[in-house]
C-alpha cells in the first residue's frame, strides 16, 4: 500500500551529483539525471512505456522480441550470465494455466547493491521491461521480489506499482486490448538463500526459503508448481531499452559477447564508493578512477570482481582486465554480479576470509550435507587461524573441504563458498602460512 | 523403456524412473539416508551422488531421472570421493555415542559409515549440540543425532496428512522440532522411528531395554483392526519387547499403526491372567487347569441339561482367531446352543439371513488409491483404521473427490469434496437424497421395495447432496469422468446404528446405479473370518444383543470385557451380574470380569497360533512369537479340552493347523473366500420409513485405544492424547439450546442407566448430538453407542438423593 509518506518519499527521492556522472553510460539508470527520477512523470517524459504499448497495441510476435533479446546479448546481471533472450525462448509457449514471472530483486551477498538503485530511482523502467517480459511470455502474474532490507526501496516499488497501475500500464485489458498482466512487490526478510531463485520461489509461496532440486526447472515448474520465469532487476531494465534502439545498438555498447552497459557496484578502499553504470568491456583501471582511485593513496592489494561468491583477484591479475564477461573470465575470475569489492595494502586477508566465510556459514540454508556441515567446519577453522592457533595441515584441509563442499549441493551457496577460500588460500598463501607460524597477522601485526 | 548402463551392466528402465530405482532394480547399493520409495525426494542428504558421463559434477542418483544412453557409474573414483566426502560432512557434527544409543547396531548411519567412512576424524573443532524435543509418549527425541534428512517431516506431511514437525532455522542452526509445545498426534507416528536412518529418533517405550542384535524376530500378523497389517514381533527370553511392521505392499505397505505398534505393551501388563480362578462364594481363588476345566463344564452341563442349550449365550470376540471361532460355535452347537455371536458392536440385525455371503469391503486394499469418487458413510476413519485411512489419502492426492455423510466432522486428513454432517437418524435421509438426485442424473426408473419408494418420494433434494450425487457419476470435478472407479464404504458408526439395515440398502441402491465398489468396513481383525464360518446364530438362535436384552442363564465369554466391548455397556453389565453362571476365556484379569464365576486364562495373539481374516478377505495364518506366560494356554486348546471335558465329540485336534483344515474342509482358502465374499442382498429388504426420533442421538464411538483389551492395557497408547476420558462433547449451539455451559457437569441417561460426564465443547458434533465415547468405565452405565439419549444438569440435589439411595 502506497502511503502518503511513501508518495512523499518517492518524489523526494533526489538525483546524485551531475559530475559524479562523468564516464557513465545510464540504460539501466536513465532517470538519474532527472529532477524527481522515480517518478511516472519523468520516466514518461524520457519516452517510457511507449515500447510496452507499441508492442502490445501492435501486437508484436513474441519470437520478435525474443530474437531482439538474443541479438542483444544481454546475459543474466544477477551473476550467472546466462543469455536472457536463451532463457525466455525455455518458457512454454502454449500451457493451459496461468504463467508467472518473477523479478529477482533479492541482492545479498556482501558488496552487492546495484539493483536497489533501480527500485530507488527508475522503478518504472523496470515496471516496463517486467510487462514487456509477461506479454512476450504470456506471464498473467508477475511477482518483483525485493530484498527484506531494503524497506524503503521496496515502498518506492510499490508506490511506483501503483502510479503505473492508476495510468493503466498493468492491469487488465492494457491499451484497450486482450493483454492483462497483474505485477506486485514480495519482500523477503533478509535470508542470503531466498536471492536463489527456486527458494525465491518456495519463499513466494510463503514457505521456508529453500533451493529446490534442478530440473524441474522454473520454465516448467516454478511458482505454485507452474511455469515460471526469473529475471535479475537489471535484466529487467535493460530490455525497454533493447525494444527501443534494437538488440543491436545495445550489443553493440558492450563488446563480443557481453551486451550492453553493466551496473557496478564498487566497494571498499575506494575514495568514492558507489554504483557506476559502464558499458561492457570498460577496463577496469577506468572503473577504479571513476570511484577515485584507492583511498589515502594506497596501493591496491586485491579486488573482489563480481561479489564474494567469485574468485579474489590479487592487483596484478586484474590492473589490465577489461570489465566484462570473457574480460574477466581470461583474468581468472568472474564478472557474477559486477560487485566490486576492492581492498589496499593494509588488508588482512585472513580476517578477510574469515568475515566471508562467516557470511556463508550463517547463510547456508542448511538443506545439503555438505554445505550445512562445511562451511561451519570452514568457518571454525579459519576462526582458529586468527585466535592464533592454526596449524599448517589447515590449509590442505581448508582446501580439501571446500573443494568437498562445491559441486555437491543443490544449489550454487555451496560453491560461492568454497570459491574464496579456495582463491584466497591460493593468491595469498604466504599470509596464510605467516598467520599460523605466528600466530598474528602479517598485515598489521594483531 | 529407455537403454542405461550402470557400472558396466546394461539395463532396460522405465522411463522416468531414477537412477536409484534402476540400481535398485538390479541390486546395485547406493548409499543413502533421505531418499525412501515412499516419501517425495529430497536429495539433501547427497550420500547418492554418482558419477554420470557427461556430467561435469556427480548427481544425486535418488533426484537424477535416467537419459537413454546414460552411463552411470556407482563405484567410480569420482563417485566414491563425493560419498565419502559426503560422510565425513556427516559424522563431524554426529556425536560419537553408538554404545549407548538405541540404533545401535540397526542404524544406516553405522553401517553406510562401515563402508564409506574414514577410520579416523579430521574434525577437531568444538561439536553441534541440539536440545531435545518431547514430542509426546511414544517416540523419543535424541536431535544431537539428527542428520537433517527430513523423511520425518516428509512422511507426516506426505503419509500422515498433516505436517507436525518441520525443520527451522538455517545451516548448522537447522533443527527438525514440532510446533511449539506441540507434540507429534498422528496415528501413523511410529513409522518415523523406523524411517529415521539415525537415533534421533527412537521407540519411547523400548528405550533402552534391548540391543537389536539380543532380539528374536518373528512374524505375525496385527490383531487390532481389519487391515491384516504384517507385523514383525522382537522378542527376547519370551517377552515381546517390540513390534516392527513387515513390508506387505498390498497390505500395509512399509507402515503399521501406533494402535499395531505399541499395543504390545498391553502383553507384559499386570493384568495378565496365569492361572485359572474360580469364584468360592464370592471371592477368586487361584487354581489347576484340570479343577477349572471340571467346574466350568460342570456349570455349562447342568445349565444346559436342566434349561436346554437356548440357556447358554456364547458372546465371542471379533478379535479372536477363525480356530477359536469355529470351535467355540461347535462347542456350543454340542451343548445344543445356538445363542453364538461375535456382532457385540451391532444393534440391527434384520439384515440376518438377507446376505448372499459374507458382508467385506468389497474390493482390495491397493484398489482403494485408485479410485476416483468415494462415498463414506458413518465412518471416523483415523480412528477406525488408521492405516487404512492412508490409502484413501493416497487416493484423494490422486485427485479422487471424497464425500463424507457422517455425524461426525473430524478432520480425515485429507481435501473432503462434499460433507454433510447430520444426526444418525438423518443419514438415512441424506442416502436416500443422493440415491434420488442419482437416479435423475441416470434417468433411471430404480426397481425398490415399496417402503424404499415411499421414503423417496418424500424427500427434497438438496444442493449439497445433489453434489455428491453428481461427484459420484463422475460429473463435477475439473474435468468430467466417463466411468469413474467409485467406493462406497460404511464406518463403524453405520454399522453400529439401529438404521444400519436403511443406510446399507440406500449405499447398495446407490452403488448400483453408479457401478460402485465397496461394502462395510468391518472393525475387527477378524470380522469377516468369524462371519464367513457361520459364528453367530443361524435361524433359531439369539444374536448377540438378544442374549443380552433376554437375560441367559450361563454366559461363555471368549476374549471380552463384556461392558467394554459390547453395544449396550449397561445391559452387558446386568446380563453378566444375574447370570447364573458365567465362564469367561481370558488374557487379563478385568474389573468387567467380576461376575464371571471362572475365568480361563488364555494365550494372546503372540503366544497363540492362529488365522485372521482380513477386510479384503485375505486369510492369514501365524504362529506363537512366544511361550504363553505362565499357566495360559491357547484358547483353541482350551476349548478342545472343555469340549473333551463336556463328553462332546468330533474334538480331536492336536494343532491349530488341523482345525484350520477342518474350517476350510481340505479346500484352498482362497477359493472358498472368493466364493463366499458378496456384499449384496438376496432380495429387495423393506426399510422403516417412520422412526420415532426422541430428539438427542447419542454418538458412541470406540476410541481407538480402548478398541479391545490388549490395547486397553497398553500403557504408552493410553498416555497418547487420543485416550480422554468420556465427556458430554456437544457443538456451542447445542450447548446453549440445552441451556449448559462448557466444562459443567451433566447427568446423561439412555435407557435406564446414566453417566455423569463434563460439556465439553466439540465442533465436530452434528447439532442434535452429543458424543460420548463408549468402552471406559467413565461411560459403562450407559447404552447404545448410538441411539437416543438425554442431558440434563447435575444439580446437588441429584448427588444427594443418590448418596441417600446408596
Partial sequence: MATKEMKARVTKTKAPVMSALKGQTLLCLRTLTEKNPASLATYEQLGGYTQLKRLVTEKVKAVDIITQVKVSGLRGRGGAGFPTGLKWSFMPRYFDGTKYLVCNSDEGEPGTFKDRDILRYNPHQLIEGMAIAAYTLGARVGYNYIHGEIWQDYEIFEAALQEARAAGYIGENLFGTNFSVDLYAVHGYGAYICGEETALIESIEGKKGQPRFKPPFPASYGVFGKPTNVNNTESFASIPWILQHGGQAFAELGVPNSGGTKLFSVSGHVEKPGNFEVKMGTTFKELLDMADGVWKGRKLKAVIPGGPSTPVMTADMIMNATMDYDGLSKAGSSLGAGSMIVMDETTCMVKTLKRLSYFFFEESCGQCTPCREGTGWVYRIINRITEGNGKMEDLDLLTDVSSNISGRTICALGDAAATPVLSFIKHFRLEFEYYIQHGKSMVDGK | ?806
Wanted: charged share 25%; glycine share 8%.
Fill in chain 2, 1 to 806: 523403456m529407455v537403454k542405461i548402463e550402470i557400472d558396466g551392466k546394461a539395463l532396460e528402465v522405465e522411463y522416468g524412473s531414477t537412477i536409484i530405482d534402476a540400481a535398485d532394480k538390479v541390486g546395485i547399493a547406493i548409499p543413502r539416508f533421505c531418499y525412501h520409495k515412499k516419501l517425495s525426494v529430497a536429495a539433501n542428504c547427497r550420500m547418492c551422488l554418482v558419477q554420470v558421463e557427461k556430467f561435469a559434477k556427480p548427481l544425486p542418483a535418488c533426484a537424477t531421472p535416467v537419459a537413454d544412453g546414460m552411463k552411470i557409474f556407482t563405484r567410480s573414483k569420482e563417485a566414491v570421493e563425493a560419498q565419502q566426502s559426503v560422510m565425513e560432512f556427516l559424522l563431524i557434527n554426529h556425536p560419537l555415542d553408538c554404545p549407548i544409543c538405541d540404533q545401535g547396531g540397526e542404524c544406516d548411519l553405522q553401517d553406510i559409515a562401515v563402508a564409506y567412512g574414514a577410520s579416523g576424524s579430521r574434525y577437531t573443532e568444538e561439536k553441534r549440540v541440539v536440545i531435545n524435543k518431547n514430542i509426546g509418549p511414544l517416540i523419543s527425541t535424541d536431535m544431537t543425532r539428527c542428520i537433517q534428512c527430513t523423511r520425518c517431516v516428509r512422511f507426516l506431511k506426505e503419509v500422515g496428512g498433516m505436517q507436525e514437525l518441520g525443520l527451522i532455522n538455517r545451516g548448522e542452526h537447522a533443527e527438525i522440532t514440532a510446533y511449539v509445545d506441540k507434540s507429534v498426534n498422528s496415528e501413523l507416528s511410529g513409522n518415523i522411528i523406523d524411517l529415521c536412518p539415525v537415533g534421533a529418533l527412537t521407540s519411547k517405550p523400548f528405550r533402552y531395554t534391548a540391543r537389536g542384535w539380543e532380539l528374536t524376530r518373528r512374524p505375525s500378523i496385527a490383531p487390532h483392526d481389519g487391515l491384516g497389517s504384517h507385523i514383525e514381533v522382537h522378542v527376547k527370553d519370551n517377552k515381546v519387547m517390540r513390534v516392527l511392521p513387515r513390508e506387505k505392499e498390498s497390505i500395509n505397505e512399509c507402515w503399521l499403526s501406533d494402535r499395531d505398534r505399541y499395543s504390545y505393551e498391553g502383553l507384559n501388563s499386570p493384568d495378565r491372567l496365569k492361572t485359572p480362578m474360580i469364584k468360592h462364594n464370592g471371592t477368586w481363588a487361584e487354581t489347576d487347569w484340570k479343577t477349572a476345566l471340571e467346574f466350568a463344564a460342570g456349570q455349562l452341563k447342568d445349565i444346559t441339561k436342566q434349561y436346554g442349550g437356548d440357556a447358554l449365550g456364547v458372546l465371542v470376540s471379533p478379535n479372536s482367531t477363525m480356530e477359536e471361532g469355529y470351535l467355540i460355535k461347535q462347542l456350543a452347537h454340542g451343548l445344543g446352543c445356538d445363542n453364538v455371536d461375535y456382532r457385540l458392536r451391532q444393534t440391527d440385525f434384520r439384515l440376518d439371513g438377507k446376505r448372499v455371503g459374507t458382508p467385506w469391503m468389497g474390493c482390495n486394499i491397493q484398489e482403494i488409491e485408485e479410485l476416483d469418487r468415494i462415498l463414506l458413510i458413518g465412518s471416523n476413519l483415523r480412528n477406525e483404521h488408521p492405516l487404512l485411512a492412508q490409502r484413501f489419502r493416497k487416493a484423494v492426492n490422486n485427485g479422487a473427490e471424497l464425500s463424507i455423510v457422517s455425524p461426525l466432522d473430524n478432520d480425515p486428513l485429507m481435501d473432503i469434496a462434499h460433507k454433510v454432517i447430520v444426526r444418525p437418524n438423518d443419514m438415512v435421509n441424506i442416502l436416500g437424497q443422493i440415491l434420488k438426485a442419482m437416479s435423475k442424473i441416470q434417468r433411471l426408473s430404480l426397481c425398490l421395495p415399496p417402503s424404499l419408494e415411499l421414503l423417496l418420494s418424500n424427500i427434497k433434494v438438496r444442493d449439497n447432496t445433489q453434489a455428491m450425487a453428481e461427484s459420484l457419476a463422475g460429473l463435477g470435478g475439473e474435468i468430467d469422468l466417463i466411468a469413474p472407479k467409485v467406493g462406497i464404504f460404511l464406518g463403524n458408526m453405520a454399522l453400529s446404528d439401529p438404521r444400519f439395515t436403511e443406510m446399507y440398502s440406500m449405499a447398495e441402491a446407490i452403488g448400483g446405479i453408479c457401478g460402485a465398489k465397496g461394502g462395510i468396513l468391518p472393525a475387527s481383525a477378524n470380522s469377516t473370518g468369524m462371519h464367513l464360518m457361520g459364528v453367530m446364530p443361524c435361524t433359531l438362535g439369539m444374536h448377540a444383543r438378544a442374549m443380552l436384552e433376554a437375560p441367559r442363564r450361563a454366559y461363555l465369554l471368549l476374549n471380552i470385557e463384556p461392558e467394554l466391548d459390547c453395544q449396550h455397556a449397561a445391559l452387558a453389565n446386568a446380563a453378566m451380574a444375574q447370570a447364573e453362571c458365567v465362564v469367561a476365556l481370558t488374557a487379563f484379569k478385568s474389573a468387567a470380569l467380576e461376575n464371571a464365576d471362572v475365568l480361563l486364562p488364555i494365550a494372546p495373539f503372540t503366544e497363540t497360533s492362529g488365522t485372521f481374516m482380513s477386510m479384503e478377505g485375505r486369510v492369514q495364518s501365524f504362529q506363537a512369537v512366544a511361550k504363553p506366560l505362565g499357566e495360559c494356554r491357547p484358547a483353541w486348546k482350551v476349548l478342545r479340552v472343555l469340549a473333551n471335558t463336556l463328553g462332546l465329540k468330533d474334538f480331536d485336534f492336536d494343532s491349530s493347523e488341523q482345525v484350520k483344515d477342518k474350517i476350510f474342509n481340505g479346500e484352498k482358502p482362497s477359493a472358498v473366500v472368493w466364493r463366499s465374499m458378496n456384499n449384496n442382498l438376496k432380495e429387495l429388504v423393506e426399510i422403516q420409513v417412520n422412526v420415532k426420533d426422541h430428539g438427542l442421538q447419542r454418538i458412541g464411538e470406540v476410541p481407538q485405544y480402548e478398541s479391545d483389551p490388549i490395547v486397553r492395557r497398553s500403557a504408552p497408547l493410553q498416555k497418547t492424547k487420543y485416550n480422554t476420558k468420556p465427556m458430554a462433547r456437544m457443538r456451542a449451539e447445542q450447548i446453549a439450546a440445552l441451556g449448559l455451559v462448557e466444562g459443567e457437569t451433566v447427568l446423561v441417561k439412555q435407557d435406564k442407566g446414566s453417566a455423569v460426564l463434563q460439556v465439553k465443547l466439540d465442533s465436530h458434533v452434528a447439532m442434535g448430538c452429543v458424543r460420548v465415547t463408549a468402552s471406559h468405565e467413565g461411560s459403562v452405565g450407559l447404552g447404545d453407542l448410538m441411539g437416543d439419549i438425554t442431558v440434563e444438569k447435575h444439580t446437588v440435589e441429584v448427588n444427594q438423593q443418590e448418596a441417600e439411595t446408596a
